[in-house]
């Protein structure tokens, strides 16, 4: 079975600025997917970023970027000029390639931007 | 605008009780799931059906139930609730491959509260 870690619980950053979220998983498949979601206050999950494993080139959605390193078994976000709106809760989310559309999630990193 | 609706966004319920959380999509997807949401814990999967009148089990299938009767509904059963239920639950629904250029959506969440 897959698993997901995500290791900072709680991050805060300041408007403007740049922050790094952490993501390591667990798989013996060659090829899957990965996900970042994040879910404001409104409880809404948005897709924010898709990296897919057989990619060698970094996903990018305008200020969200990821770091993928696949040996490592890694797959950070980062968000670069900081918005209040960023504040949020953020899940790393897998998705193996013959898995039927299901999604193994992290525990969440609560992101606070701060004015 | 594409939408999954869940019935309620806030529920309290006594130990014992029957619960039905009810979630309908209007995207005519085939695939649609029940996660639950705990603090540390992310997201795990409950159940999901890929049709009409089919279901498989989740990592957490324990005390649950489903029905899908309509494409477009899919309900979550609580046959006794219970204390350890109490959390969030969020429906998504998705198109048959959300691998490549589709995704999953995802309801607002039921918060449950059962005492």
């Known amino acids: 079975a897959q698993t997901v870690t995500q290791s900072q619980p709680e991050m805060s950053v300041q408007e403007a600025e740049t922050v790094t979220l952490s993501c390591t998983y667990d798989?013996?498949?060659?090829?899957?997917?990965l996900f970042w979601y994040k879910q404001p206050p409104s409880r809404q999950m948005i897709l924010v970023i898709r990296?897919?494993?057989?990619?060698?080139q970094n996903a990018t959605e305008n200020r969200f970027s990821v770091n993928f390193q696949k040996a490592a078994k890694s797959f950070s976000l980062k968000i670069s000029d900081s918005q209040l709106g960023d504040t949020a809760m953020y899940f790393c989310?897998?998705?193996?390639?013959?898995?039927?559309?299901?999604?193994?999630f992290g525990g969440g990193t609560r992101l606070m931007v701060k004015p | 605008d594409v939408k999954v609706t869940q019935s309620s966004r806030y529920l309290v319920k006594r130990t014992g009780e029957k619960v039905f959380l009810e979630c309908v999509q209007d995207?005519?997807?085939?695939?649609m799931f029940w996660y639950r949401q705990d603090p540390g814990l992310g997201l795990r999967l409950i159940y999901f059906?890929?049709?009409?009148?089919?279901?498989e089990k989740g990592d957490i299938p324990e005390g649950y139930s489903v029905s899908r009767e309509k494409k477009e509904r899919f309900s979550l059963i609580l046959e006794s609730a219970s204390t350890n239920q109490t959390s969030m639950y969020l429906c998504?629904?998705?198109?048959?491959?959300?691998?490549?250029?589709?995704?999953?959506?995802f309801g607002s969440g039921t918060q449950l509260s059962v005492l």
């Open positions: 059906s890929y049709d009409v009148k089919m279901k």
């Open positions: 989310a897998f998705m193996g390639n013959n898995a039927g559309n299901m999604l193994t």
């Open positions: 990296q897919e494993a057989y990619k060698q």
């Open positions: 995207m005519d997807h085939e695939n």
């Open positions: 798989t013996s498949e060659s090829n899957y997917y």
């Open positions: 998504a629904s998705s198109p048959p491959d959300v691998a490549t250029n589709e995704k999953l959506f």
